[in-house]
């Protein structure tokens, strides 16, 4: 039986948050997945320079690093699509009345007739 490679600090330090962030998602709480997902950006501040996974003899560092980034990937890609759930939900709730962008605006213009002295300067 060969023995487990040893997992970089950093590494083990975003796998629990990692770890919190997916509990806070699965429980549905909004004030937790943002809290988590601010410990997570706290965790991937402080991560060590690419030499420390590129070098010799550390293929299963790389490997547990590559992991933790497809990991990574798949929550924040369900973190989006969480926030994007609320935002339908709260504009179904809320709707915000629509503003035309073109047609005609009420009362006098605001450019005061600039555009005809424009065409007589």
Request: proline content about 7%; glycine content about 10%.
């Given at each position: 039986?060969?023995?487990?490679?040893?997992?970089?600090?950093?590494l083990?330090?975003?796998?629990?948050?990692?770890?919190?962030?997916?509990?806070?998602?699965?429980q549905?709480n909004?004030?937790?997945?943002?809290?988590?997902?601010?410990?997570?950006?706290?965790?991937?501040?402080?991560?060590?320079?690419?030499?420390?996974?590129?070098?010799?003899?550390?293929?299963?560092?790389?490997?547990?690093?590559?992991?933790?980034?497809?990991?990574?990937?798949?929550?924040?890609?369900?973190?989006?699509?969480?926030?994007?759930?609320?935002?339908?939900?709260?504009?179904?709730?809320?709707?915000?009345?629509?503003?035309?962008?073109?047609?005609?605006?009420?009362?006098?213009?605001?450019?005061?007739?600039?555009?005809?002295?424009y065409?007589?300067?």
């Amino acid at each position: 039986m060969t023995p487990q490679p040893a997992t970089h600090p950093w590494l083990t330090s975003l796998q629990t948050e990692l770890d919190g962030l997916e509990a806070a998602l699965l429980q549905g709480n909004a004030t937790g997945v943002e809290r988590a997902s601010a410990r997570v950006q706290g965790v991937l501040q402080k991560a060590p320079k690419a030499t420390v996974f590129s070098a010799p003899g550390h293929a299963a560092l790389r490997e547990q690093m590559h992991s933790a980034a497809e990991r990574f990937g798949r929550l924040r890609q369900a973190v989006l699509r969480a926030s994007a759930q609320s935002q339908r939900a709260v504009h179904s709730l809320l709707p915000q009345q629509a503003q035309p962008t073109y047609g005609h605006m009420a009362g006098p213009s605001s450019t005061g007739g600039a555009g005809r002295a424009y065409l007589a300067a």
